[in-house]
């Protein structure tokens, strides 16, 4: 007797190469089942690597979260000269963990790699004709400031700013991989200060700009409420 069960592929679109990638939308499926809302093909989507699962409705359109488990709704997409490199420093400095082996391009490069820092994820790729290198800064959130810094510092990254307290409550460090991208560290461990999102802004870049110490513009003192 023949089984019910039938695999579907179904290829419901490919866009044109963009910085490198081919993004391929495709429903794969074991299973199809009927209900009042139309029949109902239970699949995976793959787009450029990246995988979710969706239930895909053939009489009602398409249902899918808008953001993939795992995700949030901005990722950040390093795109480096040397991503190998750069990928084994956020391994050494930050633990970062592989979603999956990296995509590779034919020349060796890397295409496509995502990978997961505390409960985000980061993307990064080589540099490309379409996709040129750009200098990124992050700023992640640690449980220690000074032994991440401490880390960081020995995986190959340029000291920008020492650990110190600020007035805004982080404890904070700022450092420089070798690709140019910049990683502030930081701790809340006052909380931050309410109202002060300017001076908070500005502090921070004016320490990584004076390339370490502390920071040396007058502070506005928070003023009591009359």
């Not at 409705?57 to 953001?67: F, T």
């Not at 985000?120 to 990124?136: C, F, N, Q």
């Not at 502090?203 to 700009?209: L, Q, T, V, Y």
Request: charged share 25%; net charge positive; aromatic share 6%.
């Amino acid at each position: 007797m023949a089984s019910r069960t039938q695999q579907l592929i179904h290829v419901d679109a490919i866009a044109p190469e963009f910085d490198g990638l081919t993004a391929c939308v495709v429903t794969l499926s074991t299973k199809r089942r009927t209900n009042n809302w139309g029949t109902q093909a239970e699949g995976r989507v793959i787009l450029c690597g990246v995988q979710f699962t969706q239930t895909r409705g053939d009489s009602h359109g398409s249902k899918c979260k808008p953001v993939p488990e795992g995700y949030h709704t901005i990722t950040p997409y390093v795109v480096v000269d040397g991503a190998e490199k750069i990928i084994g420093f956020i391994k050494d400095a930050f633990a970062a963990q592989p979603l999956f082996d990296p995509m590779m391009r034919s020349d060796g490069k890397v295409m496509h790699a995502e990978f997961k820092i505390g409960d985000s994820i980061v993307m990064i790729a080589d540099t490309s004709e379409r996709a040129p290198a750009t200098s990124t800064a992050l700023y992640l959130y640690v449980p220690n400031v000074d032994a991440v810094y401490q880390k960081a510092i020995k995986a190959g990254a340029t000291s920008l700013m020492e650990p110190q307290d600020q007035f805004y409550g982080d404890r904070s460090a700022a450092v420089r991989d070798a690709a140019g991208n910049r990683s502030f560290i930081g701790n809340p461990r006052r909380g931050r200060l309410p109202g002060r999102a300017e001076e908070t802004r500005g502090a921070i870049h004016e320490a990584a700009e004076q390339g370490g110490g502390r920071v040396r513009r007058r502070l506005t003192p928070p003023t009591s409420a009359s």
